[in-house]
């Protein structure tokens, strides 16, 4: 794009052009800067760019369009490359595909995609999966109309013949609530708009309950009662969550028999339960709130099970009847352990079947109720990740589990518990010449600048690996204690068969290694996660897996912010990084409640009220620690309407490294004007996003086809 081209932005009064001499380069926006004081604890930050938040504002908008103008000639002499990207990836997408069924209630319920549609068939057949076929949501026909459309949940009622599906058209995450007559697919007049998307049903086949967000905070608050065939306006409110740092939740208990209400806090839960059966009955609270005090339900004959950290950090479950279930009452099943993090669990009719992380890697334990008897399976690779899969029926010996590793397609298996024979249900097909052993991984540890040990799960091909000279893709997320586990992509083969390394840091922050993994890389230990990273960055290229001045890094949401620190902290250390969806402003959005989702996140970041958080928050807030110095290339991605990281988040950070960056390298901020947090909703769609992204850093490796 020639500099012209941006002079009617000049008028406005938020943006000014910053014009070179003679050239044919393309000239970054410049926003202007307006001063805004921001103090607190006698301490005045000035904020050139706050006006940025005003989303409505023809000026932002503007500017936004300006950054895409200047990305999008920035990025031209690639845009071949990208649809070659693109369209391999594609390709390797079996386009007709059809889920693994599972049973539930009679039904065998799956999904299935047909040719270049974007969105699937949710299907089910009746007592047979010879039986004919009866589609309940035709996608592709309801997605038509939209330019983004996604299905947030379904749930069918108990005698099998009314569908509940919620849908967003908007790409805000407020889902529309609408009913569907399984019987002659006809659709009910009910219409329950601006949901979370869930729906329970009560056994009456008539009573759904649902929640909403908060305006304002937009974590989910109320839970509502709908009865078919009356007025949405008459909607009993049944449970309101006043703290504005929990969130509330609804659901049903595998045995079909009691509704839950839950609400949780980073530290802290409540749940309250409700006879199924009697949707107008009284809801008992479970246990009532502790701080820190963490616990999860489900229900099996007279007993609720219950996992907890109940003085246990890394968790355990216990078990307690269901006319007493006060945790004075609680009595232990699997014991809490130093070096195993309990993750979730499964009842079956004869076997408990328990998600265990141990040495930063998913285990399945499984153990019979009868004889006491237990075994762990047996998974084979050095880096997986396995994980317990659908499977809603108690009378059963069989356990549906997933299996994926760096170099194994995703794989859903039917295990008999009690023979411990394997049956391979399906495995991801990728087309084309893809062959597993092409390709390795590997699991290594870095050493942090505290002595710990981290873990990194890397792999390459291995006709294309070279020692010290291969380059680097290297990705990290290390909040909220969400651990990274490992998984195969197709798509990332487009890297791998160009001769990167792909790796991903398993850094402080996740809990991968338990809860204290998790616990060292929240509050004020936050900075372990950024310093973790880089020492995991300096490890691989030590050990040969990365060439020197070839190491990239890719991180998304609070992962993003991990991209802005490291880039202010070591710079040096990267070629090019990239920072999709950022929180980068963190001082500010703490310190503002009216943003959604600020106050849920006190007890992972710390509350800026606080002194101690501030000044700790304010010593490694992206945004705040931008300097005059050089730094590598950047792409940045953002969306307009992204409610968990505001838009102006990553565009005041690229704005404000514009003005004070000291280098020559590429600076380049994508919005997308349409979509929110997730991009875009198309199953290929996309992945436009993605080969942007791979074309930016391949351009950067001096790799052009």
């Known amino acids: 794009m020639k500099s012209k081209l941006l002079v009617g932005l000049v008028i406005s009064s938020f943006l000014a052009l910053s014009c070179g001499q003679k050239t044919n380069m393309p000239q970054p926006p410049v926003a202007k800067k307006i001063a805004k004081e921001l103090s ?24 936004l369009n300006a950054e895409n103008s200047y990305t999008n000639s920035m990025m031209k002499h690639t845009e071949d ?83 509940a599906y919620s849908e967003d058209t908007l790409s805000r995450r407020r889902y529309n609530i609408k009913f569907k007559s399984l019987v002659d697919d006809s659709q009910f007049d009910d219409e329950i708009e601006n949901t979370t998307g869930g729906i329970t049903w009560a056994n009456d086949n008539k009573t759904v309950f649902y929640t909403v967000k908060h305006p304002e905070t937009l974590l989910p608050y109320k839970v509502f009662k709908h009865v078919l065939g009356t007025s949405v306006d008459q909607d009993e409110l ?44 009284e809801w008992t609270v479970f246990q009532a709130r502790e701080k820190d005090l963490e616990y999860g339900i489900d229900h099996y ?41 309990l993750s979730n669990f499964e009842i079956f009719e004869n076997y408990l079947v328990v998600g265990e992380r141990k040495n930063g890697l998913n285990q399945l334990r499984i153990r019979n109720w009868n004889t006491k008897n237990e075994y762990y399976l047996d998974f084979g690779e050095e880096t997986y990740d396995a994980w317990i899969s659908a499977n809603p029926e108690f009378e059963t010996d069989v356990l549906r589990y997933g299996y994926t590793s760096l170099t194994t397609p995703t794989s859903t298996i039917d295990f008999n518990m009690g023979t411990q024979e394997k049956t391979l249900l399906k495995q991801q097909e990728v087309l084309g010449d893809f062959n597993k052993e092409n390709y390795e991984a590997k699991r290594i540890w870095a050493t942090a600048n505290d002595g710990t040990k981290v873990p990194i799960s890397l792999v390459y091909r291995k006709d294309k690996f070279k020692k010290g000279s291969n380059p680097l893709w290297l990705s ?14 197709s798509v990332r083969l487009s890297l791998l068969d160009r001769g990167f390394v792909v790796a991903t ?76 969806v950022p929180f980068v402003d963190v001082v500010t959005t703490m310190l503002d409640e ?112």
């Open 476 to 489: 990290a997320y290390g909040s909220y204690g969400s651990s990274s586990d490992v998984y195969f992509s």
């Open 81 to 163: 490359f990208q649809t070659k990207l693109f369209d391999e990836m594609i390709a390797r997408i079996k386009k007709t595909d059809e889920s693994v069924p599972y049973k539930t209630n009679g039904f065998y319920y799956y999904s299935r995609t047909e040719g270049d549609d974007e969105y699937p068939f949710y299907c089910r057949k009746e007592g047979s999966l010879d039986a004919k076929e009866q589609i309940m949501l035709n996608v592709p026909e309801m997605a038509k109309d939209y330019s983004y459309y996604a299905i947030g949940s379904f749930s069918v009622s108990e005698d099998n013949q009314i569908l």
């Open 40 to 63: 607190i604890h006698d301490d005045t930050r000035i904020d050139n760019y706050y006006w940025m938040n005003q989303r409505e504002d023809t000026a932002v908008i503007n500017y």
């Open 238 to 281: 049944v449970y309101e969550e006043k703290d504005n740092t929990f969130y509330a939740f609804c659901y049903k208990t595998k045995s079909k028999k009691y509704i839950i209400i839950g609400s949780t806090s980073t530290l802290s839960s409540e749940y309250r339960f409700l006879d199924a059966s009697k949707p107008n009955g």
């Open 301 to 341: 004959q007279g007993d609720f099970y219950v996992r907890t950290n109940y003085m246990a950090k890394n968790f355990r479950l216990m078990k307690t009847p269901v006319d007493k279930t006060g945790k004075e009452n609680w009595e232990e099943v699997i014991a809490n352990r130093e070096d195993v993090f």
């Open 594 to 705: 009216s943003i959604p989702l600020t106050t849920g996140e006190f007890d992972e970041w710390g509350n800026p009220k606080e002194k101690a958080y501030y000044d700790y928050m304010l010593s490694y807030s992206p945004y705040d620690n931008v300097e005059a110095k050089d730094y590598p290339a950047m792409l940045v991605t953002t969306g307009l309407h992204d409610s968990q990281v505001q838009y102006w988040e990553p565009a005041k950070w690229v704005a404000k490294l514009r003005a004070m960056k000291t280098d020559k390298n590429p600076l380049l901020l994508k919005i997308n004007m349409d979509f929110g947090h997730g991009g875009a909703s198309g199953r290929f769609e996309r992945y436009h996003e993605v080969a942007l992204e791979y074309a930016f850093v391949l351009d950067l490796a001096g790799i052009s086809e």
């Open 505 to 580: 840091a398993h850094v402080r922050g996740g809990q991968e290694m338990g809860r204290y993994w998790y616990e060292d890389g929240k509050l004020l230990k936050k900075k372990n996660t950024f310093t973790d990273f880089n020492s995991c960055a300096e490890f691989m290229v030590a050990e040969g897996y990365a060439a020197k001045d070839e190491v990239f890094a890719w991180g998304g949401s609070a992962g993003g912010l991990l991209m802005g620190a490291i880039s202010n902290m070591r710079p040096d250390l990267y070629k090019g990084i990239i920072a999709a």
